[in-house]
């Protein structure tokens, strides 16, 4: 099958489907009737439905949630799965995010490459071997989602209901083939109570705050004392000690209490030891002080078990797998208040191998007599598919040959939407050059790059769904 000339042939079509679909403002919003996530993302999920009923397609719509086009016949079911709600646009654009331009054979909008444009890629290597009359081996389907940006209900309404394919792949992502990703977990670490202490405090913590989110390391830290004698040592005590480590950080005397700020350097929380924990650097000098009780306890506890713990020691959770790597812990949040005591907010990813519940239950059995306990897990479990799975091989070669490229699969600590899939890698579709525009203004795409990516997808659908080539080995 010569994939590129016939992908060229539909070039003008695929354009302006991908165009009137960029056009629909499908950010997340208040659930109206029979759209739980908003109008918008709605109306992009009924926008492919009606392509596909254009198109001679099998449709189906999940819960106003998700829906689904199909081709074929046969017992076994192929999956693709994309997405059409966008983040929102944000400000700084040069065009407007929901009117698509064409420019220097770039297209501008919001969602073209997350995930509109391989979404509509996927869709136009189905519509293509549809209208070639081929014989399907698989029943092949591009499932669609609307709400991949923020809680996946989607998903979970979708194969609530509907059949989990045998394979497939997600156009969400990189080239060539995510084909494992961590385990992504969630817990706060919360101060319950402070064993007694009869030594007489010199310094009130009243406050410490540090990070927003537990998937970010965070980049500022803040701490109010009251300093009861000698605040002239104390201070003089901060600065030896950003000058010794070399840290940003200031002071300020407000209202009789001392202030402390501490500037780091913001990472992603899949890898932690990229940034400069603000928190951790303030907790250390903390540490040097006589602080009340509670503080110190507090204080305490982050130094053993929490600042530098970046790979799950200190937790009793460190695991190793040859491919997923090492398990991952950023400590996103930092929290103190003179009433409620002490808060950690941590993100820990793993990988498989690692018993996650009873590590954690272990953990919590072995901070108890210090006064913490753990509160509010959440967990998506690591997803794996083995690199030479027929699934990766059949893939990674249709890329290869479009590509000249040598990258192997490879695997991430992040989660994508192949995860909902059983035995699903990401498949694309930025290429090893292309910039990354997702969730930032002026998101865009290279034409050329839609087209390479509709060849790819469409020389890997014939081979599997078509051929049937998954099956032979
Ligand atoms: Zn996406």
Known sequence: MDYKGLVGQYKDALISDLFGLLEIESVKGEPAKNAPVGEGPKAALD????????????????????????????????????????VPPGNGW?????????????????GV????????????????LKE???????????????DEESDWQCTDAY???????????????????????????????????????????????????????????????????????????????????????????????????????????????STPEAGVNAGFILLKFLNELNLDNNATAFVKFANSKIIGNFDGEKFGMAHSHEELGETSVNTGMINYTEVDGGIFGVNLRYPEGLDFESGLRDFEDSIYEEGFVIEDVTRQEPHYVDKNDPLVSVLLDSYRNHVEDDTEPFTIGGGTYARTLEKGVAFGAMFKDTADTMHQKNERMKVEELLLATEIYLEALHRICVKGEMDED
């Open 47 to 86: 926008y492919m439905m009606s392509l596909g009923e254009r198109d001679s397609m099998v449709s189906k719509e999940v819960d106003s949630l998700a829906g689904h086009l199909e081709l074929g016949s046969g017992d076994k079911l192929f999956g693709i799965l994309g997405h059409v709600d966008v």
């Open 113 to 128: 490459q997350d995930d509109k444009g391989p979404t509509m890629a996927a869709y136009y290597a189905l519509k293509i």
């Open 159 to 269: 194969f609530k209901s509907e059949e989990m394919p045998d394979a497939g792949f997600a156009p969400d992502a990189a080239f060539p083939i995510i084909h494992g990703e961590k385990g992504i977990t969630t817990f706060n670490i919360i101060q319950k109570h402070t064993p007694l202490d009869e030594e007489e405090p010199n310094i009130e913590l009243k406050v410490l705050i540090s990070g927003e989110r537990y998937n970010m390391v965070p980049e500022e830290a803040e701490a109010k004392l009251k300093v009861l004698q000698n605040m002239s040592e104390v201070i003089q005590s901060f600065e030896d000690f950003l000058r010794r480590d070399d840290t940003e950080g200031e002071y300020e005397i407000d209202n009789g209490f001392l202030k402390l700020g501490i500037k780091g350097q913001s990472a992603h929380g």
């Open 94 to 110: 040069d065009t407007n995010p929901f009117n698509p331009v064409l420019e220097d054979g770039e297209i501008i909008a919001r």
């Open 132 to 146: 070639q009359g081929m014989d399907f081996k698989y029943r092949t389907r591009l499932i669609i989602g609307t």
